[in-house]
C-alpha cells in the first residue's frame, strides 16, 4: 500500500524555523486532499493544514501566518514550513492524504519548541 513518511522533525528554539516534508511512495498528483496534524500529549490531534488538488489551502487559527503548507507533484512531496515556532507548537506532526476511497496516515515526526 501506499506509504508516507514524514521527515524533517527535531528540536528547536523558540522563534526559529523548521521545514517538514511528506514524501509519498508513489505520485500524490492523484489525492484529492493533502495535510498536517499535529497532536500533543494529552490533547486531540488537530489539523494544522491542508491543501486541495486544485491547490486551495487552509489553516489553522494558531498557525495562520507562520505555517506554509505547499505540493510538490514532481517530487510526491508535502512539505510545510514552519516559522516564527512557537512552545505550544510542539507535538508529533502527521502526514494526510485522501483519495476517493480511503485514507493514509504518516507515522508522525516529533517536533519540539524550546522556550
Known amino acids: 500500500q501506499v506509504q508516507l513518511v514524514e521527515s524533517g522533525g527535531g528540536l528547536v528554539q523558540a522563534g526559529g524555523s523548521l521545514r517538514l516534508s511528506c514524501t509519498a511512495s508513489?505520485?500524490?498528483?492523484?489525492?484529492?486532499?493533502m495535510g498536517w496534524y499535529r497532536q500533543a500529549p494529552g490533547q486531540q490531534r488537530e489539523l494544522v493544514a491542508s491543501?486541495?488538488?486544485?491547490?486551495?489551502?487552509d489553516y489553522a487559527d494558531s498557525v495562520k501566518g507562520r505555517f506554509t503548507i505547499s505540493r510538490d507533484n514532481a517530487k510526491n512531496t508535502m512539505p510545510l514550513q514552519m516559522n516564527s515556532l512557537k512552545p505550544e507548537d510542539t507535538a508529533v506532526y502527521y502526514c494526510?492524504?485522501?483519495?476517493?476511497?480511503?485514507?493514509?496516515w504518516g507515522q508522525g515526526t516529533q517536533v519540539t519548541v524550546s522556550s
Open positions: 508513489r505520485s500524490i498528483f492523484s489525492f484529492r486532499a
Open positions: 491543501i486541495t488538488s486544485g491547490g486551495s489551502t
Open positions: 494526510y492524504a485522501g483519495d476517493t476511497w480511503r485514507d493514509y
